[in-house]
């Protein structure tokens, strides 16, 4: 069984501070997924990393793989009210394909206060 | 991109009664669905793979007779809580699986209360 840590799982900033969340593994994932989950909604995808070392930014956010595809990061830039949220990462088993199943981390539930 | 809805998005229900849950991919065919519960600031939790024309499997500590899941189609799964009980009462969230995709598309989710 792959599992997934996710890190820190509660997190209450102020609004232009800076964050990182963590996920980390001993096992290794043909990709890890970002996802944000509003309260009272499904979870939405933000980003998908596949090779290891791999970097991805989506305006304020910036999302790294590791160079062992075990881990990753996401690093939130001057963090706005409107990025509250529960952010969760997922990871895909190595052997990939269709029909697997995603592990997924507790999540990070962020609050940005105004 | 892929669109999955859920329906319905929330339903009340009495103790003893039996919901239904629909999944559906609405511009995709999905030979696997997942079936997810969420507690309150939780994470997803995985109940059960929804796998086209066959048997679900489903996850350890899961009734399998209490959460009845139907994937007749490749558009659509169902998940049936029967004999609702309030402490069944949750977000329920489902999944579906793209071929040749890596990411999964989830549904808007199922808030289910049972009084």
């Known amino acids: 069984t792959q599992l997934l840590e996710q890190s820190p799982q509660f997190l209450s900033i102020q609004e232009g501070e800076n964050l990182t969340v963590y996920c980390n593994s001993s096992?290794?994932?043909?990709?890890l997924q970002w996802y944000r989950q509003e309260p009272g909604e499904g979870p939405v995808l933000l980003v998908t990393v596949v090779t290891g070392g791999e970097v991805k930014k989506l305006k304020r956010l910036t999302f790294q793989f590791g160079d062992a595809r075990k881990d990753s990061s996401l690093h939130i830039t001057a963090a706005q009210p409107g990025d509250t949220g529960l952010y969760l990462c997922a990871g895909a088993p190595g052997s990939g394909g269709s029909n697997y199943k995603l592990t997924f981390g507790k999540g990070t539930l962020l609050t940005v206060n105004p | 991109g892929a669109v999955v809805s859920q329906h319905p998005s929330w339903v009340i229900c009495k103790s003893g009664t039996s919901v239904k849950i629909e999944c559906r991919s609405l511009?995709?065919?999905?030979?696997?669905m997942f079936w997810y519960r969420q507690f309150p600031k939780q994470s997803l939790m995985l109940m059960a793979t929804s796998n086209e024309g066959s048997k679900a499997t489903y996850e350890q500590g899961v009734e399998k007779d209490k959460f009845l899941i139907n994937h007749a189609s490749l558009t659509l799964s169902t998940l049936t809580v029967t004999s609702a009980h309030p402490e069944d009462s949750s977000f329920y969230i489902c999944s579906a699986d793209k071929p040749h995709n890596t990411e999964a598309f989830f549904g808007q989710g199922t808030r289910l209360t049972v009084v």
């Open positions: 096992s290794v994932f043909s990709s």
């Open positions: 511009d995709f065919q999905a030979t696997t």
